[in-house]
């Protein structure tokens, strides 16, 4: 009984974040094709490569040029993204990037969402390291919980950190607490989120199979018949 129930959580461990992640990316493909204009490849110029009037012949060309839409689409964002970042360490990116910002702060409700999603994306893809350096907080007498420095100092000389939730990270508190109550930590962002997001569960320096709890599981084997008597090492007399 126990033995099925090893098998199953282990199953559970290896499939779970397999179909999360499948999931993800049929979410997103979903997401691209569906704002992905028609104009860039229509399906009727497949037709000479999949030729047929039947219902099944315009399905298919229906997918595979959706599926080159999506193509084309990611492709041209990612050479936009490379090139809009190659624009910005130069001197008209900069003034380009002050440029749109005064725009966007000109509106008042762009300006809300744009500087929130700047401020996200810059937390996110920076590479200032005191964005993502994790560290104890000590909030209450021998109580410590992680935080993650957002790189940000008050007014008063407190130190702005982000105390996550677990395991729901995507939610927590912005708060300034005095430097000499955080303790630094060495190690990087993935270990401490591992941590978080298994709620303690997971084990930082390990992750795979063996991270989290361990548990052992004995089977016992009974060769009695049934009246709770082990027989396996009983000699013939």
Known sequence: MASWKRDFASGLIVLVPILITLYA??????????????????QAVLKEFFPGSGENALQTRKQIAQ?????????????????????????VGGLMERLVDNVANRVPVVRVVYNASKMAAETAFGEQESLQKPVKLETW????MTAFKTGKVADDGRVVLFLPTSPNITTGYVIEVEPERITE?????E???????????????????????????????????????????????
């Open 191 to 237: 270990d401490a989120l591992t941590r978080v997001l298994s709620a303690g569960f997971g084990d930082a320096n390990h992750r795979g199979m063996d991270a989290g709890i361990s548990i052992d599981v004995v089977d016992e084997a009974r060769t009695d018949g049934g009246d709770g008597v082990d027989q396996s090492n009983r000699g013939d007399d």
């Open 141 to 144: 007498d021998g109580l410590r």
């Open 25 to 42: 990316v049929y979410w997103l493909y979903g997401l691209v094709a569906g704002i992905t204009p028609g104009i860039i490849l229509d």
């Open 185 to 189: 930590l060495d190690e990087d962002v």
């Open 67 to 91: 599926f080159l839409r999506v193509i084309v689409a990611m492709t041209v964002f990612i050479i936009l993204t490379f090139s809009v970042g190659y624009l910005m360490r130069t001197t």
